[in-house]
């Protein structure tokens, strides 16, 4: 496709259900990330990916976030047992190549946990 | 520990006028900066950026200048329309940090007309 793009946009979660959210990275890009964006802060960085190999995850906030690129193209964000901290602006972004090249950004899942 | 900053939540300038936005940074490391625009409901759309060899970049009506001594970047946009009204943030990222970006708060920019 011509961007990046995410689904849902919007997602409302009870307290305690697992949330799975879905990015599909410009076509043919190797990096991609997500970003956790809360309510009038920037983006916060929380895995990356290169191809299919995660090359860093430490931004992830508990071991409740999971998150997986099996081909190297789509990638899945899950979030188990959310939590209402857990709301906020998902972000996903994909780079065409390694380096401090430009990232793309996808429009992100609003994700509400009541 | 926000390593990137910008300590303006808001602005608001003339049509026409410039518009200069400011970010901060406390790592020295960080040698490629961007800044972003966000529309409500959209995903941050890149604008410009600058590597920590250059100190300056220009694109059309926008400028980004890079101060590395004070650790300071601003955006500058001459002249100002009422659609750069949005959200902007600036971003970091060091050779060391691997892909990381690293993203201030954001600043909300309003066009008057």
């Known amino acids: 496709g011509a961007g990046v793009s995410q689904s849902p946009r919007y997602k409302v979660a009870k307290r305690g259900q697992d949330v799975a959210l879905r990015c599909d990275p410009i076509?043919?890009?190797?990096?991609l990330f997500w970003y956790q964006q809360a309510l009038g802060q920037g983006p916060e960085f929380l895995t990356y990916?290169?191809?299919?190999?995660?090359?860093?995850k430490s931004g992830l906030p508990s071991d409740r976030f999971f998150a997986e690129r099996p081909e190297g193209s789509v990638s899945t964000l899950k979030i188990q047992r959310t939590q209402q901290e857990d709301s906020a602006v998902y972000l996903c972004?994909?780079?065409?190549?390694?380096?401090?090249?430009?990232?793309?950004f996808g429009p992100g899942t609003r994700l509400t946990v009541l | 520990d926000q390593q990137v900053k910008q300590n303006s939540p808001s602005l608001s300038v003339q049509e026409g006028r410039i518009s200069i936005l400011n970010c901060d940074y406390t790592?020295?490391?960080?040698?490629?900066f961007l800044w972003y625009k966000k529309y409500p409901a959209e995903g941050p759309t890149f604008l410009i950026s600058?590597?920590?060899?250059?100190d300056k970049n220009e694109d059309g009506r926008f400028t980004v200048f890079l101060n590395k001594s004070a650790k300071h970047l601003s955006l500058h946009i001459v002249p100002s329309q009422p659609g750069d009204s949005a959200v902007y943030f600036c971003?970091?990222?060091?050779?060391?940090?691997?892909?990381?970006?690293?993203f201030g708060t954001g600043t909300s920019l309003t066009v008057i007309p």
């Open positions: 972004a994909s780079i065409r190549a390694r380096g401090t090249d430009t990232q793309y």
């Open positions: 076509s043919g890009h190797v990096s």
């Open positions: 990916f290169q191809n299919e190999a995660q090359l860093d």
């Open positions: 790592n020295s490391m960080f040698d490629y």
């Open positions: 600058i590597s920590s060899i250059k």
């Open positions: 971003a970091a990222s060091a050779v060391n940090t691997g892909n990381q970006f690293y």
